[in-house]
């Protein structure tokens, strides 16, 4: 399955943005998928994860109550809305997808996830 992340770009402090992942398949149904994010000179780090099948969701503790994850199964995408953006928050968001649902320990982990998307610069100005 191809992951195309979109979405990313260049706002003020304070501003939201929506990202999109879109899977080119289903074949993520029954797993997981994830946003993680990298900034200049630091390692990836995990932002939220989404259970495709029931919409169970869980957040990393810097975006907690900013940011919200979403899908629509429909349209086979998810979705990351971030709002009270800070400087912080500036990085390359990449979406990431596992084919079979782990335990939540597994979700934050990156090298759990089978697909990953391209990437998409998010960039906040103070």
């Known amino acids: 399955v191809q992951l195309q992340a979109s979405g990313g770009g260049l706002v003020q402090a304070g501003d939201s943005l929506k990202l999109s992942c879109a899977a080119s398949d289903r074949s993520l149904n029954n797993g997981h998928m994830a946003w993680f994010r990298q900034a200049p000179r630091k390692e990836r780090e995990f932002v939220a994860a989404?259970?495709?099948?029931?919409?169970?969701?869980n957040y990393a503790g810097s975006v907690k109550g900013r940011f919200t994850i979403s899908r629509d199964r429909a349209k086979n995408t998810m979705y990351l809305q971030m709002s009270g953006l800070k400087s912080e928050d500036t990085a390359v968001y990449y979406c990431?997808?596992?084919?079979?649902?782990?335990?939540?320990?597994?979700?934050?982990?990156?090298?759990?996830?089978?697909?990953w998307g391209q990437g998409t610069l998010v960039t906040v100005s103070s």
């Open positions: 989404i259970t495709w099948i029931d919409g169970n969701t």
């Open positions: 990431a997808g596992r084919r079979v649902r782990g335990i939540l320990s597994m979700r934050a982990d990156s090298t759990t996830y089978d697909y």
